[in-house]
């Protein structure tokens, strides 16, 4: 069954907000990836986490990897419409070999 | 060049068809995944390969079988689609160490089962 929560599961703003979103879980996690889906596309690694408390930033995103190994934040600053898509977290369990997936937050951008 | 294609991108079929699905891949890599995507539920994994000789369930692989004909390919069929079956289905690879384990996905295909 699902073991990440992610929320929210849509996000309506305007162009130049900020934007956040966050998974979490019950389980511990040794890594935490975060991924966009455009249209018709596949999902594209944005960030890539493995250590807890680890803050990354890429271009205008930046995500941590929560201290407690359960829990990982995505945030975009200053949204331009490009931003619009699917953003998913994904995150390995402890001794597991395979990914497990939120449910997505979708992004729509109201210019 | 794609890393990573899919054949085909759509594909509409009917009730109790064989339908095969195809992933192929240029990034060397030994792992393969095929997910399925629905509205609200995010990605969920039907098989995955580790490598050429290893092939495993994952959590909904009830109505589907792959087959890895290769490093480079591993394909996913449906013996008798049924309408419940209509998703979107992504295929990934994963790389070892050097790539921190993180997976790569292929654009797609849009299946319809009417």
Known sequence: ?111 | DADVTQTPRNRITKTGKRIMLECSQTKGHDRMYWYRQDPGLGLRLIYYSFDVKDINKGEISDGYSVSRQAQAKFSLSLESAIPNQTALYFCATQGGVQTNNEQFFGPGTRLTVL
């Open chain 1, 1 to 111: 069954g699902q073991q990440l929560n992610q929320s929210p599961q849509s996000m309506f703003i305007q162009e130049g907000e900020d934007v956040s979103m966050n998974c979490t879980s019950s389980s511990i996690f040794n890594t935490w990836l975060w991924y966009k889906q455009d249209p018709g596309e596949g999902p594209v690694l944005l960030i890539a986490l493995y250590k807890a408390g680890e803050l990354t930033s890429n271009g205008r995103l930046t995500a941590q990897f929560g201290i407690t190994r359960k829990d990982s934040f995505l945030n975009i600053s200053a949204s331009i419409p490009s931003d619009v898509g699917i953003y998913f977290c994904a995150g390995r369990i402890q001794g597991a070999q395979k990914l497990v997936f939120g449910q997505g937050t979708r992004l729509t951008i109201n210019p």
